[in-house]
């Protein structure tokens, strides 16, 4: 007889063989996996979006005034100065001060929403025109159209601002776009949250169903006397569940790319490739959680426990910056919050692998610590 | 001890060196705490058909489960094939085959997938499996049944994969656990004639059953009470020391009063 190694890949092969074998002929886990995508893409995809509050913006104030010279009592104006302290009053946006240079690089890098750039001659220009100049004062404002609700809302803030100052007119508006300029719809901006959200809802569904099905079968009566370790079986039933996964994933992206005709501004490789990590992240963590669920039912219980905090933690509906700070540190801990900035980087501001590198970095080490936990928990016996 | 005697007896029956060894065996389960087997001292040698009898939750199949090392025993010692058991478990698993309660398959497979799957993590060679398949599967009634799936089964039909899953290794010993339930007599007795087959050529059976009369097949019984051994030896020998006509007799008389839960 053979000799037993520690390690088989054989039996690893075996057991993944076995359970794509299985799946395969279970006709409404397929459909599932087709039809659950493409039903939560459509609701959510035309539905996202909130209210948006504290959204960080930045203003370079370089506004010198204007002292009105003819005057008996001689007022100076500073425009700049009054609508920046009205924006600072409006909760919808947070200020800071900067430079309009380093406010474009924070608008490219995520940090702010939008830069406004306020030139030297803003109050002059202002004042000249109501002696009947034919002047414009112009506003530059640098913004990230990568979402028509957050957009909208810094717009609005900064309009309401200008109005309170000096009433409605005279002031144009020089909007540049982040990310290229290209428009989006809500589809298009809601999509890449909405394929995290997806992922993490049909990979854990079926993984972790997967897994438990065998646990509580009876089977492993008879397993626990085999050869195969439990290391063994989890590894292949990872094998199996990621095959499955980049099936998964190779759905949910043509249902939201080309049904729905997304826009992908980066590289549809790197996107397929942080999809499939997203999904092995929530195999991992499927693998894991069957460690504790004793059938069927509390496994599917264990999904909406970790999709719904997900959902509202993440940023998918309503931005992280807007949380108050304590709820934001919770959401750094939240797999689906580095998933949609991985999603959102690579589809809406074409980022590559160099601007998403801590995104990758941190999806990989949570799967492998994951994964870790699920070893360090299975069950390699009967209860004692 | 009353035992002594009858060990000593038994000694004379083994054909062989003992290849299943325990020495006083406990298992308290943490939930109830229950002492599920107690102080149980086996001895199973080469070759040998050795049935556990005894009343339901009388501790058989807990036996069975820390004897294949899927359970671990609270104290005791447990030797398999040299082995300590559940210590060398993983290096011992290769030489031994089970048949639990319940039916230990996948009901999505077909029988031919389930048995290629266990042979698979006894790291079995393709064509080895494919020839212990076709010496199987007609021994076992299953040849027209390989590309079906175990949920269309009968349940005696089950119960024959479950062997041939637990058979197709070339194992040393195999433990049938209540594997013959559900099988009508006719084929019963058929296995049983290709179980001494199995057992002539040096493989140790292990079974535990409620049917006596099945149970009066094997070379030796082994009478379970409340996780403890209350009677072993060949089916003469506990006929005569109970001035009993029949196996189910003693097993009445012995057993009587102690039907626990299941």
New interface residues.
């Given amino acids: 007889m053979n000799k037993t190694k520690k390690f088989s890949l054989t039996r690893v092969i075996a057991v993944t063989w076995r359970i794509l074998t299985q799946i395969s002929r279970d006709k409404r886990t397929i459909a599932q996996m087709i039809f659950i995508p493409a039903i939560i893409m459509l609701i959510f995809g035309l539905v996202a979006g909130g209210a948006a509050k504290n959204l960080p913006i930045l203003i370079d104030n370089q506004d010198i005034g204007y002292n009105i010279p003819s005057a008996q009592n001689s007022t100076s104006l500073h425009f700049g100065n009054s609508i920046s302290s009205s924006l600072q009053s409006d909760n919808r946006v947070t200020v800071n001060v900067g430079s309009f240079n380093s406010g474009k690089i924070g608008v490219d890098n995520g940090t702010y929403y939008a830069t406004i750039l306020f030139p030297a001659n803003f109050s002059k220009v202002l004042f000249l025109r109501t002696t009947g100049q034919d002047l414009n004062a112009s506003v530059t404002i640098y913004i990230d159209g990568t979402n028509p609700t957050i957009q909208a809302t810094v717009l609005a803030a900064i309009q309401n601002s200008i109005q309170t100052t000096f009433g409605s007119g005279g002031v144009v508006f020089d909007q540049q776009f982040a990310f290229g300029g290209v428009e989006f719809t809500g589809l298009d901006v809601s999509i890449p949250a909405v394929i995290g959200l997806v992922l993490t809802q049909i990979v854990l569904l079926i993984s972790i169903i997967t897994l438990v099905k065998e646990t509580t079968s009876g089977v492993m009566s008879r397993l626990y006397a085999t050869p195969l370790s439990a290391f063994e079986r989890l590894l292949g039933f990872s094998l199996a569940l990621l095959i499955l996964g980049i099936g998964m994933t190779g759905v949910i992206l043509f249902i939201g790319l080309v049904i729905f005709g997304a826009i992908v501004q980066g590289s549809f490789i790197l996107l397929f490739f942080g999809a499939v990590l997203f999904a092995l992240l929530n195999i991992f963590l499927a693998v894991f959680l069957s460690n504790f669920a004793k059938n069927e039912l509390q496994a599917v219980q264990m999904v909406p426990l970790i999709t719904l905090p997900s959902m509202a933690l993440s940023g998918m509906l309503i931005p992280v910056s807007t949380f108050p700070d304590w709820v934001q540190t919770i959401a750094h801990f939240i797999p689906m919050y580095y998933a949609n900035r991985m999603f959102e980087g690579i589809m809406l501001k074409g980022y590559g692998i160099g601007n998403l590198t801590s995104e990758f970095t941190i999806i990989a080490g949570i799967a492998i610590l994951f994964f870790t936990l699920a070893v360090l928990t299975v069950k390699d016996r009967m209860p004692d | 001890m009353s035992l002594d005697g009858a060990t000593l007896s038994n000694l004379s029956t083994l054909t062989n060196e003992p290849v299943i060894e325990t020495s006083n065996l406990v298992k308290i389960?943490?939930?109830g705490a229950i002492k599920a087997v107690d102080n149980l001292n086996l001895k199973i040698g080469r070759g040998e058909i050795y049935a556990l009898i005894g009343a339901n939750g009388s501790g058989k199949t807990t036996t069975i489960?820390m004897l294949?090392?899927?359970?671990?025993p609270t104290s005791g010692e447990i030797k398999v094939l040299g082995q300590q058991i559940?210590k060398k478990?993983?290096?011992v698993?290769?030489?031994?085959g089970?048949?639990?309660?319940?039916?230990?398959?996948?009901?999505?497979?077909t029988v031919e997938?389930n048995i290629w799957?266990?042979a698979?993590?006894?790291?079995?060679q393709h064509e080895l499996f494919l020839k212990k398949l076709d010496e199987l599967l007609p021994i076992l009634r299953l040849n027209e049944r390989r590309k079906t799936?175990i949920s269309n089964l009968s349940g005696g039909m089950k119960r024959r994969v479950?062997i041939a899953?637990?058979l197709v290794?070339?194992p040393e010993i195999v433990?049938f656990d209540e594997a013959t339930v559900g099988i009508d007599p006719v084929l019963r007795a058929f296995f049983w004639d290709y179980f001494r087959t199995l057992s002539k050529t040096g493989l140790t059976i292990v079974l535990t059953s409620h049917v006596m009369d099945e149970a009066e097949r094997a070379n030796r019984i082994g009478l379970m009470r409340a996780g403890k051994l209350v009677e072993e030896g060949t089916p003469q020998e506990i006929k005569q020391r109970n001035s009993a006509t029949s196996i189910e007799q003693v097993f009445i008389k012995l057993s009587s009063g102690t039907v626990a839960d299941e």
Avoid at chain 2, 93 to 96: G, K, L, P, V
């Fill in positions: 389960y943490k939930e489960s294949t090392g899927s359970l671990f559940p478990r993983r290096i698993s290769t030489r031994i089970v048949a639990p309660q319940e039916y230990a398959l996948y009901t999505d497979l997938q799957f266990f698979k993590l006894y790291s079995m799936t479950s899953c637990a290794h070339q433990f």
